[in-house]
């Protein structure tokens, strides 16, 4: 006989490669209205407790057979809002992802669903006076109760008067406790705001962005480096506000994340959440419900800051959106502007992009009309860095190996006028290699094949893909000789060198190495704004966005390193990377720049130092367009990954002839740059394809297939940003 029931479709946790389907749960009597889409509730599963999102609810359902019910919700609301949902569901599709994959990398730890996982609420201790009429027996009585007449007092500071008295007033119940959530993200700074009024420039952008500002436009900001583009975005984010409405503004690394935080608070004030990975569980918790509560209208972040559970968003901002990091390299493979677009769609906004070296594809859109192209040709300060190349083959002939003479005689007068300077050396480490002298051996890592880098903090060899790391021999494992030395420079030796040089210099050094420790980003970048030290040497986290008025020196060392990368961007990010470093010199006070590198004829270095981006897009696209690479060709890059090599390559080679009858270029399979990382190996294959729609299906099926494969991990990347 068949019964009335409430059934729920429940996506449960696991990401087992198989499972990708919802299963169906009947709801008791006592939880029926409570249940609702996008919350998180505890189901039985194979013996199991695990818990999972609602994702259909099915209200009077007749059943002729038994469903098992639900065990309890997790939650009091959804976690995942109904815009939410959808973006999951188009993110699977798109990225040929699992939908639990998709659901959770959009959510912070707290909230995505998990076992045994739980994050507590923060909570203040302030306590109250409640009996008036008691008479206190002692002096820490008396000046308790003294201090609690006008209202609230923190019970921390009440505790420095007496604890015993605390808990002797609170048991006579003269006093109470009085609990209050806080947030664990207090900034107390009062920050001052440098409002400027705009340049003409500035005026036309913020104009064109202002006529579009009810519906969705894609918007690209091309302003060189200095051209005020925040301060455009911020008058821009004024406007979005009085309407009220929501923002979004993405920042490509965690480094620039604490400048922007300052800037705009220093013009909105409170009503800011942050996103990024560097805060901790309970603080991306805390800043998740922010923006749930409507506490705040602005979010600033990194990518995952995307997935904001804004549902009034007025406006979306990508600064530096050329930025390889706006593209998830882990499972699922999303890119941040795709996302972007697909929300500025959903609530009929703006979309600005905004970079000084645009992407060669969204330059390309603007130059076809897909996006509105805006341009800040000039510098607030009216004058670009004077850039010089040095060829490094002469510098060495003459004894110069590490720093040029220019370079080293530029720096010496920096010094001198107390101006600071800004070295720039994309590699971290002490040194690439450490080989022996009599038997030409390199410590290789055991797990991955490739160098290890040596740190000479710590004295220790580590491997940069797996982690490994031992320390360094004082004999070679091959032959037992004494004669180990290291070759190559990272930015720990280039400390080093620099401060036997300049002696009396304060140096200071920004890469992963030193920025480990919570804070520590916004910590260099601070003292060094406030000139406590005189020289800043780093990676490419010191590459763009930073605004240090007193820089009025840059220089780059192995400037044309990117270009020996096997990979069809390496030109483009060589421009890139050499025109935003060379920005951060001169934004306050005329600016040099030396760029010290072996390949100085190179058309990318040729234009990066005289700011030419349209000669350097018209050369790459002509030689985009004979290779058939984006944007003439888009690109899937299919990666194989397994720890027995002949039979990845064996499996590599069916899906190579599986999709050989594609209307599409088919190259591969061959091993990765790595060839292998943690004893697995990898190999990929490129497709080169003109629509989505031509290899779309074959493609899936190529996935479906190798879910069925313990011994093979199979994953598809469309558009990846390295190859």
Known sequence: MAVEKIVIEVLVELKAKKIDKTFSYSVSDALKDKVSVGMRVLVPFNNQTLEGFVLNIEYNKELDYNLKEIIDIVDDGPVINKEMLELGKYISKKTLCNLISAYQTMLPKALKAHKKFNVNKKYTSYIKLIDETYIPKNDNQKNIIERLKNGLVLKSELSRISVSSINTLISKKVIEEVKEETYRLIDTNNYQDNRVKLTLEQENALNEVLKCKDKFAPFLIHGVTGSGKTEVYMHIIEEVLKENKEVIVLVPEISLTP???????????????????????????????????????????????????????????????????????????????????????????????????????????????????????????????????????????????????????????????????????????????????????????????????????????????????????????????????????????????????????????MDIDTTKKKGSHERIINDFKNKKYDILIGTQMISKGLDFENVTLVGVLNGDAQLNIPDFRSAERTYSLLSQVSGRSGRARPGKVVIQCFNKEHYSIKYASTNDYESFYKEEMAIRKKLKYPPYYNICLVTLTGADYDYLKNEADKVKEYLSCLNAIILGPSLCTVPKINNKYYMQIIIKYKNIKDIYDKLKFVVDRSKSKSKLNLEVDLNPKKI
């Open 259 to 509: 400048q922007m935080v300052r800037i705009f608070k220093s013009r909105f004030k409170n009503s800011i959440a942050i996103l990024h990975s560097a805060l901790s569980d309970g603080e991306k918790y805390d800043e998740w419900r922010k923006i749930e509560r409507k506490e705040v209208s602005i979010v600033i972040g990194a990518r995952s800051a995307i997935f904001a559970p804004f549902t009034n968003l007025g406006l979306i901002i990508l600064d530096e959106e050329h930025s390889d990091t706006y593209k998830q390299e882990n499972t699922p493979k999303y890119d941040t502007i795709d996302i972007a677009i697909k929300r500025a769609k959903t609530h009929n906004c703006p979309l600005v992009l905004g970079s000084a070296t645009p992407s060669i594809e969204s330059y390309t859109r603007a130059k076809t009309g897909i996006y509105k192209l805006v341009e800040l040709k000039h510098r607030i300060n009216k004058t670009m860095p004077d850039v010089k190349l040095i060829d490094m083959k002469e510098e060495i002939k003459k004894g110069y190996r590490i720093l040029s003479k220019k370079l080293i005689d530029n720096i010496t007068d920096c010094l001198s006028k107390n101006e600071q300077v800004i070295l720039f050396l994309n590699r971290r480490g002490y040194s690439t290699t450490i080989t022996c002298k009599e038997c030409g051996n390199t410590l290789k890592c055991p797990n991955c094949e490739i160098p290890l880098t040596y740190h000479k903090n710590g004295n220790k060899l580590n491997c940069h893909y797996c982690n490994y790391t031992t320390y360094k021999p004082l004999i070679c494992p091959s032959c037992n000789s004494k004669n180990l030395d290291s070759y190559g420079m990272g930015t720990e030796k280039l400390e080093e060198e620099v401060g036997k040089i300049f002696k009396t210099a304060k140096i200071v050094r």
